[in-house]
């Protein structure tokens, strides 16, 4: 009788226990959250919902679910799903220029690129008289040109692009650009051999402190430049032909590392003078090792602006992020601990923020191992990444090199080449083609 009463008495508690169990999950209402910050925004404590339900009125339905989904990607044949915060939406800035003519300016710009959520549909372009304020905003569709006129010739005005979405909400705007229209020839009439017309562009913008700034025409070497102890540059190409060109503009840091190239077209006529300005060169970068231990540190490095904000990223099977800081001479250095990342290959990149809130956009990637030992990068590899041959070029002697070791097992000094100059896999395949066509220099 005693054993009976035991078992009912223990019964019952434990069904006691299980419906309080039931009850509390049912009734208190808990959720987890982190604050997701960068530089110029936080998300305090972003979680979804805190508990699932339906809803409704006479407009709408109104779904919730327990939280966020779980961070992470999934994909199928026809999409990929990326779940939870750590995704925000990744837009580029347009790069844009204004040629000078008579009362009017053609203003061109390089086209947005959106992922995760967003989609360019349109572009606005912003006119003032006033940098940096007062933009009068006009529409014009999802073009790449504009030309403004009913300007005034010998006054200065400034322009800027946004980037539009499907909403008409604005998610990326370009630099600002002066325009100053001008009459071919500069005035004064009659007579013949009023002096010649110079037709030019003028480039202006940050790099890196005491950096060599090296300009593009088609991919030929027209111009160098030496940025100041700030990183501001300043230089003027003159005497071009009229005619449609693709500028590029890249900065090479104290330790001969080469950021990325920053593109643009310009169309010019004969006595027009261009400008493009607001120029902010993306970071350079390199790392300590060419493959880590998992769970030790590898060292992220590189320069750009004095004293400013930098972002780098690490690609795994989820996106890391870390902030820091360069010093006065542009230099900023990441211990970024691997024991999150996965066995395998990695690659990092960076980008940096101006006081003035302008952010170079990420720059070059540089591609790691996580592995089982620490092998040190050969020092200088990074300088000119994808030159198979080290003469600072990545032209048709790469490809060959490239294209002889393809689907190869790979031997000799190629190994080392591999790791340093290409995606670090010890294979040579098209992804590392890729990176050659992306670093071609001719």
């Not at 006691?16 to 999950?25: A, E, H, K, W, Y």
Request: hydrophobic share 35%.
């Amino acid at each position: 009788m005693l054993a009976r009463i035991s078992f009912l008495f223990k019964s019952i508690f434990f069904l006691t226990v299980f419906i309080l169990g039931i009850s509390n999950g049912l009734s208190t209402k808990e959720a987890s959250a982190t604050d997701y910050t960068s530089s110029s925004f936080i998300v305090r404590d972003p979680v979804i919902s805190d508990g699932a339900g339906y809803g409704s009125s006479g407009s709408f339905q109104y779904f919730t679910n327990l939280g966020q989904f779980v961070l992470g990607e999934s994909s199928a044949g026809g999409f990929i799903e990326r779940s939870g915060f750590l995704y925000y939406s990744v837009v580029s800035n347009p790069v844009l220029s204004g040629t000078n003519g008579d009362t009017q300016t053609v203003l061109t710009w390089t086209a947005s690129s959106a992922s995760l959520g967003h989609t360019v549909t349109a572009y606005e372009v912003g006119q003032s008289t006033t940098s940096g304020s007062g933009y009068s905003y006009t529409n014009v569709g999802n073009v790449l040109t504009s030309t403004r006129t009913g300007l005034t010739n010998g006054a200065t005005y400034y322009f800027v692009v946004r980037t539009l979405d499907s909403l008409g909400d604005v998610i990326a705007t370009s630099n600002e650009v002066t325009v100053v229209p001008a009459a071919a020839g500069g005035g004064g009439g009659g007579g013949g051999g009023g002096g010649s017309v110079v037709t030019g562009v003028l480039f202006s913008g940050y790099a890196f402190p005491l950096s060599t700034v090296t300009i593009l025409k088609d991919g030929v070497l027209v111009l160098e430049t030496i940025a100041g102890g700030d990183a501001r540059f300043s230089v003027r190409l003159t005497n071009l032909s009229s005619g449609s060109y693709n500028f590029a503009v890249y900065g090479t840091d104290k330790d001969g590392l080469r950021s990325n190239s920053f593109s643009f077209p310009i169309t010019i006529e004969k006595g027009d003078s261009a400008t493009v300005s607001g120029i902010f060169i993306a970071p350079t970068i390199e790392v300590d090792k060419a493959q880590v231990r998992k769970g030790d540190d590898i060292t992220i490095f590189g320069q750009t602006t004095p004293e400013s904000p930098v972002t780098i990223e690490v690609n795994s099977e989820t996106q890391l992020f870390a902030e820091t800081e360069s010093n006065d001479d542009g230099v900023y250095l990441y211990n970024f601990n691997t024991a999150p990342l996965e066995m395998g290959n990695h690659d990092t990149k960076s980008k940096s923020l101006l006081e003035n809130g302008q952010s170079s956009g990420y720059g070059k990637e540089v591609a790691f191992v996580v592995g089982t030992e620490n092998i040190p990068k050969v020092p200088g590899g990074g300088a000119c990444r994808a030159d198979l041959n080290s003469d600072l070029k990545v032209n048709l002697i790469d490809f060959s090199i490239a294209a002889f070791w393809f689907n190869k097992t790979l031997s000799g000094d190629i190994i080392t080449k591999e790791l340093d100059c290409l995606n670090a896999d010890s294979k040579i395949n098209l992804v590392d083609f890729s990176i050659m066509a992306f670093n071609w220099t001719g």
